[in-house]
């Protein structure tokens, strides 16, 4: 399997970021990591190797980009604006940096489909919510939607459109509607076992239906566990089921 890493000096995060991509064709599957690890954690965690087979197939092309989440809202030792002026930077980040980088590496019309488990899945759905003209579908697994969970009660704007259980809500512009509702891949999968919160999942869904926003949700049972186990099945049951 093609593995190659690449890296640059990000201007948005003022710090040079990694990347590695895997696989030669497909549309582009973007990896968030969990919580405050690296652009390797789903390799080392075996994700990439349950995978491997569509991406050998050539269903997809995978790439996986590193956190700062331990420079915002994991840092305990951070103001809380300074926490969300770093998330809007990371927002930057992905939209002005790596979504070109992908489809220079591909082609223009390549699809871009964020994934991400936990703290993951908030970023691979938040991302796509707000930029659905750049990032064109996302796949969240067991995960929250309301950034106010690891806030730690700091509030401000860059909070709210942070999260997409609050900005949700009031979208009614049309055209941002329809770009939402066109995406054909809205996948939001979680487990209903040890620290897992199948009702956040719900609550999204709930939301995405009231916008007319068409979606998939996939509540999988009390032995499924909030663990890579649960990822590594979720995954490419997804991808065989769904791309």
Not at 68 to 74: C, D, K, Q, T
């Amino acid at each position: 399997m093609h593995r190659h890493i690449d890296q640059w000096y990000s201007p948005s995060l003022h710090k040079n970021m990694e990347i590695v991509e895997y696989g030669h064709f497909g549309f582009a599957l973007l990896l968030l990591p969990t919580a405050a690890a690296d652009y390797l954690e789903y390799e080392r965690f075996l994700l990439i190797d349950f995978i491997k087979p569509f991406i050998e197939a050539g269903k997809l092309k995978v790439y996986s980009i590193n956190s700062i989440n331990s420079e915002s809202w994991l840092n305990n030792k951070m103001e809380g604006r300074h926490k969300a002026i770093r998330h809007q930077q990371f927002n930057q980040y992905v939209y002005e940096e790596v979504a070109p980088y992908i489809r220079s590496r591909t082609s223009q019309e390549t699809q871009i489909i964020t994934c991400g488990a936990s703290f993951g899945a908030l970023h691979a759905a938040n991302l796509f919510f707000k930029r659905p003209n750049i990032i064109n579908g996302c796949i969240a697994m067991s995960g929250l939607y309301d950034l106010s969970q690891y806030t730690k009660g700091y509030w401000d704007d860059d909070v709210y459109f942070n999260s997409p259980m609050h900005y949700l809500q009031d979208l009614n512009d049309n055209w941002h509607l329809s770009q939402i509702r066109s995406s054909g891949h809205i996948h939001i999968m979680t487990g209903s076992g040890d620290y897992e919160d199948p009702n956040g999942s719900r609550y999204l869904s709930s939301l995405l239906n009231h916008k007319g926003i068409p979606h998939d949700l996939d509540v999988w049972g009390h032995d499924i566990h909030h663990d890579w186990p649960t990822w590594r099945a979720m995954l490419p049951y997804l991808l065989e089921t769904k791309f």
